[in-house]
């Protein structure tokens, strides 16, 4: 068994978790300027900080993948 690549089921399950990572970011960063209240508003910040650091940790695990997809290195805008 190769250690340094993952396997198609991890590869899938990692890509998964790095889409519903990139959307919580997007959602956190559209939703705080809709909040007045500035508690709730650096909850969001924090949430997008440690989000966001979270994506950079996955996309290096997502680099043992044996098969990719390209990965933005910043969400794409959900408005145009």
């Known amino acids: 068994m190769n250690a340094t690549t993952l396997a198609p089921h991890e590869s899938m399950e990692l890509h998964e978790a ?9 959602k956190s960063k559209l939703m705080q300027g809709l909040v007045f209240d500035q508690e709730l508003k650096a909850l969001m910040q924090k ?5 966001t650091q979270q994506i950079a940790e996955l996309q290096a695990i997502y680099a043992r993948v044996p098969f990719q997809a390209p990965v933005p290195n910043s969400p794409t805008p959900i408005t145009h």
């Open 18 to 26: 790095l889409n519903f990572k990139t959307l919580c970011v997007a």
């Open 47 to 51: 949430d997008v900080i440690q989000s």
